[in-house]
């Protein structure tokens, strides 16, 4: 069991023996506070006392809040806001893209959103998560006026999707002599967007990191929230779990924390199920790593953060994704090419189109993918999706090693990626003809840049799969009943 103490309760995320997992609450819970009060520093979290480094560097515990000049970008405002000492020496840059309607093209959006970022003024200066390309003069003000970024010593980034490491490169120029910290996969993908040599560390689950001050730095692995690269960085001192895209939201406000559960809730909802729900079996596994930290705030990389309903929220995570689980029916991987052409998007909204069925999914990245893994992954599931990978390269090597792993009844989907060197579909299709195995629907072409159609066919194409699958289930029941 794990203890939280703050000025606002203590409370504890503990098994109970109803449900194993689940987050309960058992203490005094947080009573709701306002903006302005907390941001008085009224209900400053005393989880950790302010220390005097050897340096003779003192804290500023004062909380300030300031909101950056609005500039606005092809009708859509942007904005910064930045927040000092959500919990000794932490600050938070919140992007704030007021009028975002869409995330990529098959993602509606209601409130907008927001990016966040985090500075640890620690001994070892630090950044989490950076902030999107749009918010470059924004953003990099902010970073200004707040350190001296040449001081930079470490970048954090638990996840490499251009919302939130698009503006590393940019970070690298002004500290040159930063090391990028993230899983093996994440500064893979790094070192396509960076393109130039930079400094670099890669962790794993258990990893630390003493960053000074008390700040102690512990790295949990949470791959496919949402993307493979993905992890969690805890900060012990500061009792505070950075989770990226897991636990966020689309939801833009100046106000910092989820305290207004009921405006927010069905936005937490519509997040999961769009970018959660498909690895749900992943995020129940990621659960399991965090049961037992100490932690409470969740700073998440989109909307408020969490820190009022943490158990509730967390709790919800685990309902929904058990739920997921227990109607699936079957699970199909689905192979996608991370960083190339449209493969990324493309595939999760295949992946959302299959859900839709109740069909779970496992998504593997072929250009960092462990082959036996993948092997094994193909051979457990019902069905196979395949998008195109590049002429040549770790994908297409990983590619061939999947016709010997697809069984001939399984049904199997092709699809382009839109890349401009893909795998031909028809060469794919043909060695998979060789083998005598048919493909469950005519190959997923794509004539121009990916539009709302394209993403609607590839949606609808998930579905069909995963209709397809439930009805082979069925009949095999059906004869299963037969004497
Ligand atoms: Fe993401
Ligand atoms: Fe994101």
Same mark, same amino acid.
């Given at each position: 069991m794990a203890v939280s103490t703050s000025a606002l309760g203590t409370y504890s995320w503990m098994r109970t023996s #109803? #449900? *194993?997992m689940a987050f309960e609450l058992f203490t005094r819970k947080p009573k709701l506070q306002s903006f302005d009060r907390v941001h008085r520093g009224?209900? @400053? *979290? !005393?989880?950790k006392k302010p220390t005097v480094t050897r340096s003779g560097r003192k804290p500023k515990p004062s909380i300030s809040m300031s909101l950056s000049d609005v500039n606005v970008l092809e009708k859509r405002r942007l904005q910064t806001q930045t927040i000092t000492s959500i919990a000794p020496d932490v600050t938070t840059i919140r992007s704030l893209d @007021?009028?975002?309607?869409?995330?990529?093209?098959?993602f509606g959006l209601q409130n907008g959103t927001t990016y966040n970022s985090f500075i640890i003024? $620690?001994?070892?200066l630090t950044i989490i998560d950076a902030s999107h390309e749009k918010f470059k003069g924004l953003y990099l003000s902010a970073i200004k006026e707040h350190i001296?970024?040449? $001081?930079?010593e470490y970048i954090i980034a638990n996840h490499t999707e251009p919302d939130h490491s698009g503006l590393i490169p940019d970070l690298l120029d002004l500290a040159p002599n930063a090391t990028v910290v993230g899983s093996k996969t994440c500064i893979i993908f790094l070192q396509n967007l960076v393109l130039r040599p930079f400094k670099s560390l890669v962790v794993k689950g258990g990893s630390t990191l003493d960053l000074g001050r008390g700040h102690l730095l512990e790295f949990v692995m949470a791959p496919n &929230? =949402? @993307?493979?690269?993905t992890m969690f960085t805890l900060d012990h001192g500061a009792g505070i779990l950075f989770t990226c895209?897991?636990?966020?939201?689309h939801y833009c406000s100046e &106000? &910092? +924390?989820? %305290?207004d559960l009921g405006a927010i809730e069905p936005h937490y909802r519509f997040y999961y199920d769009c970018l959660m729900r498909p690895n749900c079996r992943s995020v129940i596994t990621a659960l399991k790593r965090i049961a037992e930290k100490d932690f409470?705030?969740? $700073? !998440?990389? =989109?909307?408020p953060l969490l820190r009022y309903n943490v158990a509730e929220l967390l709790n919800k995570y685990e309902t929904w994704s058990k739920q997921a689980l227990e109607k699936q029916l079957a699970t199909v991987a689905v192979l996608y090419v991370s960083d190339y052409g449209f493969s990324d998007r493309l595939s999760q909204t295949l992946a959302r189109g299959l859900t839709k069925t109740n069909t779970g999914v496992e998504m593997m990245d072929l250009n960092v993918v462990d082959i036996q893994d993948m092997i094994e992954c193909v051979s457990r599931c019902a069905g196979v999706v395949i998008m195109a990978p590049p002429s040549s390269g770790p994908a297409n090597k990983a590619i061939t090693t999947i016709y010997a792993a697809v069984k001939p009844k399984q049904p199997v989907v092709i699809a382009e #990626? +839109?890349?401009?060197?893909? %795998? *031909?579909v028809d060469t794919i299709v043909q060695r998979f003809v060789a083998l005598g195995i048919s493909l469950a629907l005519p190959p997923l072409r794509i004539?121009?840049? *990916?539009?709302e159609a394209t993403y609607q066919q590839f949606e609808e194409a998930g579905t069909d799969l995963g209709q397809l699958l439930s009805q082979k289930k069925s009949i095999e029941a059906k004869k299963a009943e037969c004497p």
């Open positions: #109803s #449900s *194993p009224l209900f @400053w *979290p !005393t989880l @007021w009028d975002r309607d869409r995330f990529d093209i098959e003024n $620690a001994d070892k001296d970024p040449s $001081a930079i &929230l =949402h @993307w493979p690269d895209d897991a636990f966020g939201m &106000l &910092l +924390y989820d %305290e409470s705030i969740i $700073a !998440t990389g =989109h909307g #990626s +839109y890349g401009g060197d893909d %795998e *031909p004539k121009e840049i *990916p539009n």
